[in-house]
């Protein structure tokens, strides 16, 4: 499962996707249930007007990265901020 919100991007003067909450129950990873996942997301992105997609993802995990690499997702050079609680 994961959550797409759409986003009005100033950047991109446009709609934008965010990806947010990418799981895979371990017994459906690597039968590229999230590589179908992400392309739907991808469809439906485009079917809203969406530019662009985007998507955050924890440093350290480097099975997440290596899949989002492998479908053809790059880093950028924004850094994400918070102001809280964690």
Known sequence: MCTAQLLISTAEGGLSTLVED???LPAWQAH???KRLMEAVAEWSAFQGATRIQL???RNNTRALGFYNRIGYR?????CL???AG
């Not at 880093?75 to 850094?79: M, N």
């Open 82 to 84: 918070r102001k809280g």
């Open 32 to 34: 590229g249930t999230g």
């Open 75 to 79: 880093p950028t050079e924004l850094i």
């Open 56 to 58: 955050l993802a924890d």
């Open 22 to 24: 990418v799981v895979i």
